[in-house]
T-cell receptor, first 113, second 110 residues
Framework: GAGVSQSPRYKVAKRGQDVALRCDPI?????LFWYQQALGQGPEFLTY????????KSGLPSDRFFAERPEGSVSTLKIQRTQQEDSAVYLC???????????FGPGTRLTVL | QKEVEQNSGPLSVPEGAIASLNCTYS??????FFWYRQYSGKSPELIMS????GDKEDGRFTAQLNKASQYVSLLIRDSQPSDSATYLC??????????FGGGTRVLVKP
């Protein structure tokens, strides 16, 4: 079946612009995660949804970061007033309830100029 | 100290040899452990999960877990050039967020 999809795959933003990154999880996957991966580092957790409920947002680096999943399927990660330090790959992962394995989408590479 | 530690490498192994990757974790409440492979410019791909002490084998891959020593390892037998990638170790607590190490870069030389 289809895997996790993310769009756009690449995004270039000028500093101060707002961006919205989309994640479409694997069908039937209740849990959805967002991670941020800086160049040369491992992914860092941002936030976690179970259905439409955001159960953990402890990894969001500032109040400029906001995530939502209003209908329990597609999720959007929004970054307001982007800064250069926001440049990274944003990864979305989904998971079937009752299992621990997370499956990643292709990521969105964000470059803030 | 990072919660999950890996040697960044590169770990260079000849084709056909065994690649041995190590990972230590600091959070004793971690219950699940994963190895992901990440090719340059691509996203992480799950290759192994392990939950209990001991060994778990899947094809050419063997994961080993020692909770007393807070240590996880991955062996890649009969290494192939296509195994050249960064291998990420991750721990999970309470079945939710994953905490990743920085990854070990593996180079398999023909």
């Amino acid at each position: 079946g289809a895997g996790v999809s993310q769009s756009p795959r690449y995004k270039v933003a000028k500093r101060g612009q707002d961006v919205a990154l989309r994640c479409d999880p694997i069908s039937g996957h209740v849990s959805l995660f967002w991670y941020q991966q800086a160049l040369g580092q491992g992914p860092e957790f941002l936030t976690y949804f179970q259905n439409e409920a955001q159960l953990d947002k402890s990894g969001l680096p500032s109040d400029r970061f906001f995530a939502e999943r209003p209908e329990g399927s597609v999720s959007t990660l929004k970054i307001q007033r982007t800064q250069q330090e926001d440049s990274a790959v944003y990864l979305c992962a989904s998971r079937v309830i009752g299992y621990n394995e997370q499956f990643f989408g292709p990521g969105t590479r964000l470059t803030v100029l | 100290q990072k919660e999950v530690e890996q040697n960044s490498g590169p770990l260079s192994v000849p084709e056909g040899a065994i690649a041995s990757l190590n990972c230590t974790y600091s959070d004793r409440v971690s219950q699940s452990f994963f190895w992901y492979r990440q090719y340059s410019g691509k996203s992480p791909e799950l290759i192994m999960s392990i939950y209990s002490n001991g060994d778990k084998e899947d094809g050419r891959f063997t994961a080993q877990l020692n909770k007393a020593s807070q240590y996880v390892s991955l062996l890649i037998r009969d290494s192939q050039p296509s195994d050249s990638a960064t291998y990420l170790c991750a721990s999970g607590a309470a079945g939710n967020k994953l905490t990743f190490g920085g990854g070990t870069r593996v180079l398999v030389k023909p």
